[in-house]
């Protein structure tokens, strides 16, 4: 099993959600989250004053999916929540040692 952890532009975020429903996924974790890379904040006017914004709101994505369907996660996230700008996101993938469901104590892939 695999974890899959997206940082995108938070007006991606439907569009991911529905382009991962479409490939059969269906279960995800979504965060706010703020950061800076690259793309290094930006600047906002204010009633007639500018400020810096340092940390750049974006959606976190969490899935969970089984090594046969990470290649295609990666390559719906990567499709769908890309613009070609800079500040576009990350995709990180880790080794997911186990999962259970609390419900009904199923582990393993059966638990997702």
């Known amino acids: ?4 952890e997206a940082i995108i532009r938070h ?4 569009d991911v959600k529905n382009a991962l429903s479409e490939q ?7 965060i706010e989250v703020a950061g800076y890379g690259r793309q290094k ?7 007639g004053t500018e400020y810096a914004v340092d940390f750049v709101p974006k959606k976190k994505i969490e899935i ?3 090594d046969e369907n990470l290649q295609k996660v990666i390559d719906t996230i990567l499709r769908t929540a890309q613009t070609g700008q800079i500040g576009d996101g990350k995709i990180f993938v880790t080794n997911l040692e186990d999962s259970i469901r609390i419900r009904t104590g199923e582990t393993g892939q059966d638990a997702i």
Do not use: A, I, N, W
């Not at 099993?1 to 899959?4: I, L």
């Not at 904040?41 to 009633?47: I, L, Q, V, W």
């Open 41 to 47: 904040g930006h600047t906002e006017t204010y009633r």
């Open 64 to 66: 969970v999916c089984s």
């Open 1 to 4: 099993m695999k974890k899959v």
């Open 11 to 14: 007006f991606k975020l439907d």
């Open 24 to 30: 059969g996924v269906f279960g995800m974790t979504v």
